[in-house]
């Protein structure tokens, strides 16, 4: 279901580059997008959703189903309230906000304000989509994975629906975009509803001030809301920074990100989801050993998934961005620029997927101190990282400046990935059990002998803009089919059976 919803996004974003292409237009909503898009990250898949499945779950193992329900209509009432007032406060204050998000576009009345239009119909989307996620963990604690991770696809319905028909009823089209957000957002929620009925825990919100339940979630919050969202932090100031570049910039890491989004929704975001409810279960049980375990199995996938698809990220970037997006509005010099940081996202993936598996590990266990103070240090070399790389790309006039953006993620992500694995073994929380020395033998010959095929294959992205829609498809198709083919043979004579990757 996450690679529907994922599938559908890429569709989305080939038809924003058709149809409004990379400009001070699209820069403004993707801005106006990425805020409550951001809060979502924080109050909906971040810190929220790792705070409530631990406690819910430990309801759910050792209380009465009277109390169970008793903490989903106290959750309902008191995260109901604090997001109404949230975005009141925000949709009042929208030029307040875009200052603080994008403050390069102060000096540019028209892109400020168009800006500023947006957000305050884009804002209410984290109410609706926060409540989603407090469906979504109440469902996925009952291993009903595929209706949360469907939901998604009625974002990209309502982006693509307002981007074909709605965008040329209005004097500025790319306004439809925002109007397509709000609609998102209601909608996903009115999905999730019979869902929540069938299971007789649909919440009817109540509030308490001291209610046992909601203040150990609340306490558990705070800490998560940095620890859990590092990643899109250090995209948002990338944003903050991009604002201030060439025009174009922010447009072209938004497009570049999109695309390290897929392999990390599909597979780190899915997988982080799928361990979290089993993960706190082991803990409250207090099965060690089993924790350790579903620990483990998680990283060998991670590695298994994420090395070949950061590899194929970057050396297909070029005839990737070419193919999806260089139609219409979307220039070949736009298609160069987003590559270039695509190159340097892709270098992150295993890292960006890496921490979205181990912070689980702390929220399980109800800790979200740790990877709270490892964000923070992730996050404080990040702006260092910022400054270092872009400010001389800058002063020496480098034709990509918002690409040491893009290295900063990387390297922060890095840092934040090895920090979480060091804590981990530091508390004895996690082991790795035997066969890792083989499996990176494994992995270094296979991703080899994929890079070298690739490298020999993939012609340069003139001769890509050169052909037809049907032959750029069908020349990436083949790459990927013969690349993904070359990796998994190599695994296969070298030893890897598929039995030893059950859990």
């Known amino acids: 279901m996450t690679t529907i919803s994922r599938f559908m996004g890429l569709a989305r974003d080939i038809i924003f580059a058709h149809v409004f292409g990379a400009n001070a237009g699209t820069d403004a ?26 406690v819910f779950s430990e309801y759910k193992e050792t209380r009465s189903r009277t109390a169970l329900i008793d903490l989903l209509d106290h959750v309902a009432g008191s995260l109901g309230g604090v997001l109404l007032l949230i975005t009141t406060l925000c949709v009042a204050a929208a030029p307040l906000v875009v200052m603080v998000f994008a403050p390069g576009f102060i000096d540019e009345a028209d892109r400020f304000s168009l800006t500023t239009d947006m957000l305050r119909i884009t804002f209410p989307y984290i109410f609706f989509i926060s409540l989603v996620a407090f469906s979504g963990g109440i469902l996925n604690s009952f291993n009903q994975f595929a209706v949360p991770a469907f939901t998604p696809v009625f974002l990209n319905i309502c982006l693509i629906g307002a981007a074909l028909w709605a965008a040329p009823l209005f004097d500025r089209p790319v306004i439809a975009l925002a109007w397509g957000v709000a609609l998102a957002g209601f909608t996903q929620l009115a999905f999730q509803i019979p869902f929540l009925l069938r299971l007789g825990l649909l919440p009817r919100p109540r509030l308490k001030r001291d209610h046992e339940g909601v203040k150990q979630i609340s306490k558990l919050m705070l800490p ?39 392999p990390l929704g599909v597979f780190g975001i899915a997988l982080a989801t799928v361990i979290l409810p089993s993960l706190s279960k082991q803990h409250a049980n207090k099965s060690s050993e089993d924790f350790n375990r579903t620990l483990d199995w998680a990283l060998r996938l991670v590695m298994l998934i994420a090395a070949p698809a950061a590899l194929g990220l970057l050396l297909l970037s070029q005839p990737i961005l070419a193919t999806l997006f260089q139609y219409g509005e979307f220039t070949l010099h736009d298609s160069y620029m987003s590559s270039l940081s695509l190159m340097a996202y892709a270098l992150g993936l295993p890292a960006f997927i890496i921490i979205k598996v181990l912070a689980p590990a702390f929220y399980a266990r109800q800790d979200t101190k740790t990877p709270m103070k490892i964000a923070v240090k992730a996050m404080i070399a990040n702006m260092g990282l910022n400054i270092l790389f872009v400010v001389p790309m800058v002063y020496y006039t480098y034709e990509a400046p918002h690409v040491g953006l893009a290295l900063a993620t990387t390297a922060s992500a890095y840092l934040n990935a090895a920090l979480l694995l060091f804590a981990l073994r530091r508390q004895q929380i996690y082991q790795p059990l035997r066969g890792w020395w083989r499996l990176t033998l494994q992995l270094i010959l296979a991703n080899s002998l994929l890079a070298g095929f690739l490298l020999y294959w993939s012609p340069a992205l003139e001769i890509w803009s050169n052909w037809s829609l049907q032959e750029r498809l069908f020349q990436l198709l083949i790459s990927i089919v013969i690349a993904a083919t070359v990796y998994l043979i190599s695994l296969l004579l070298s030893g890897l059976r598929p039995a030893q990757l059950k859990h």
Request: charged share 10%; glycine share 4%; hydrophobic share 60%.
């Open 224 to 262: 998560a809301i940095i620890g859990s969202s590092v990643a899109q932090i250090n995209l948002l100031l990338d944003t903050v920074i991009a604002s201030f570049l060439m025009a174009g910039s922010v447009s072209w890491l938004y497009f570049s990100d999109r695309l390290v989004e897929f």
């Open 29 to 54: 909503f993707f801005v106006a997008f990425k805020i409550p898009n951001f809060l979502r990250r924080l109050f909906a898949e971040g810190a929220f959703a790792q705070s409530f499945v631990p």
